[in-house]
């Protein structure tokens, strides 16, 4: 669609970062989903953090995740 537009001139950039987190952080990550909110689960969600801590120190027992982040930008310019 740019490319037919009067910003036919396209570039693209990205950029990687690693991040990385404990099992406790990423556990944390699941709480703003709407799913898994504390609002849905209620009293049970201490032990739903638990759990996924615990699945993940089974998965992985030094505790440590790395997720790669990739930010991409579209810059389109006239001619």
């Not at 898994?36 to 120190?57: C, H, I, W, Y």
């Not at 997720?67 to 006239?78: F, G, K, L, Y």
Request: hydrophobic residues 40%; proline residues 8%.
């Amino acid at each position: 669609m740019l490319a037919r537009s009067p910003f036919s001139q396209i570039e693209t950039a990205h950029w990687d970062r690693t991040v990385v987190r404990t099992a406790d952080e990423v556990a944390s990550l699941q709480l703003p989903c709407s799913y898994s909110s504390p609002r849905q689960l209620g009293p049970d969600t201490k032990a739903f953090v638990n759990g996924v801590r615990d699945a993940l120190l089974a998965f992985d027992p030094a505790g440590t995740f790395e997720q790669t982040i990739r930010t991409e930008a579209i810059i389109a310019r006239r001619p």
